[in-house]
């Protein structure tokens, strides 16, 4: 089932009874992480074992294959890679040195992942973990000034601020200021915390409790506030206020 696609990514869940996948290639990047049971691997002659806290990570055109055990029912996240697609976030090309790493952090990571609604905060995450495997053997230019970082961040948030109701293309986002997708997200974490979509998101929200506290019509708060739906509003401001826009009126009225 696949959760979120562009043209340089796709994520999605394989659900399949225990079995065996057969000698096969992918044309992109694949990183995967076993949900419940474990498998055992076959890549270009080399077999290791995975279970859930192991995080397999394939180059495109590698014959591969596995043999699935220790669960009736198999489910795995898997996120795919267009080979351009690290020339176009990270201005570099990359290569997988090893089919494996024991890391259940970036299992876990990947998991979460496949059950966000939002397109823009799968993106950002997706980007923010594939700066994490690759920066080991990244060969990144130098520091860049951290003046010059902190200006830049700053341009970011007051465009972010500027119209609450928007949410703008990670990519479009960072090449506004002529960098890549990447080297924005970490520089914006580095400054605040949190990857920029991240950050607008907590500021829509805080706007959305300012609306809701003056006795705005939820609807209307939700577009105000950048979501496409009531419904949708309603699901994001759960997740962090842990009530619904409604329960939040009557006790700050």
């Not at 290639?25 to 279970?51: Q, Y």
């Not at 990144?140 to 341009?155: F, L, P, V």
């Not at 105000?224 to 699901?235: E, I």
């Amino acid at each position: 089932m696949i959760t979120f696609r562009n043209e340089l990514l796709e994520l999605g869940s394989v659900r399949v009874s225990t079995g065996r996948f057969p000698k096969h290639t992918h044309d992109e990047f694949v990183i995967s992480a076993n949900v419940n049971g474990h498998e055992r691997v076959w890549i270009d002659g080399k077999t290791f074992e995975a279970d859930t806290s192991t995080l397999t990570t394939y180059n495109p055109g590698e014959l591969q294959s596995s043999e699935i055990a220790g669960a009736d029912v198999w489910l795995c996240a898997s996120l795919y890679v267009r080979p351009d697609a690290f020339e176009r976030y990270f201005h570099a090309t990359f290569e997988f040195d090893a089919p494996y790493a024991v890391r259940p952090d970036f299992t876990r990571e990947l998991i979460s992942m496949v059950s966000m609604s939002s397109d823009a905060d799968i993106e950002e995450r997706c980007v923010s973990l594939l700066h994490r495997l690759i920066a080991p053997t990244s060969r990144a230019a130098a520091a860049e000034n951290r003046a010059g970082a902190q200006s830049r961040i700053k341009r970011v948030q007051t465009y972010l601020l500027s119209d609450l109701s928007v949410v703008p293309d990670l990519q479009s986002l960072a090449a506004s200021e002529g960098i890549s997708a990447a080297h924005l997200v970490r520089s914006f974490h580095r400054e605040t915390g949190l990857p920029p979509l991240a950050w607008q998101m907590q500021q829509r929200i805080a706007h959305a409790r300012t609306l809701l506290r003056s006795g705005h019509p939820i609807a209307m708060v939700a577009l105000d506030a950048g979501f496409a739906d009531q419904a949708h509003f309603t699901k994001a401001f759960v997740r962090f206020m842990g009530m619904t826009p409604g329960q939040f009126r009557q006790i700050n009225s």
